[in-house]
């Protein structure tokens, strides 16, 4: 399985960015998965997950800015993470994450998640 986040870059405060994680080896939209973002110096964190059934939930940081999204095609499979009205305090290294379980019960935390990808880097600007 590998994952590969696209899609960062640099943008001022309330911009906007469209982060995008191509999925191989993992076609099956029975499994959770979520985006993870990590500031310097700072923790892991949870942002954004999406469950087998489509449900999402969010961050208290990020509800009504961000928005993930899934799109399982016949070979492949891609998660996306709509970020509107960014701030400064958005940036940070964002990481698309993936179970290997079609059970999400601690679809927050990142040991929920087997698999990684390498990060995209996002930075706001004031």
């Known amino acids: 399985v590998q994952l590969v986040e696209s899609g960062g870059g640099s943008v001022q405060s309330g911009g906007s960015l469209r982060l995008s994680c191509a999925a191989s080896?993992?076609?099956?939209?029975?499994?959770?998965m979520a985006w993870f973002r990590q500031a310097p110096g700072k923790g892991r964190e949870g942002v954004a997950f999406i469950d087998r059934d489509g449900l999402t939930r969010y961050a208290d940081s990020v509800k009504g800015r961000f928005t993930i999204s899934r799109d399982n095609a016949k070979y492949t499979l891609t998660l996306y993470l709509q970020m509107t009205s960014l701030r400064p305090e958005d940036t940070a290294m964002y990481y698309c994450a993936a179970s290997s379980s079609s059970l999400c019960d601690y679809y927050s935390s990142s040991t929920q998640y087997a698999y990684w990808g390498q990060g995209t880097q996002v930075t706001v600007s004031s």
């Open positions: 080896g993992y076609t099956s939209s029975r499994y959770c």
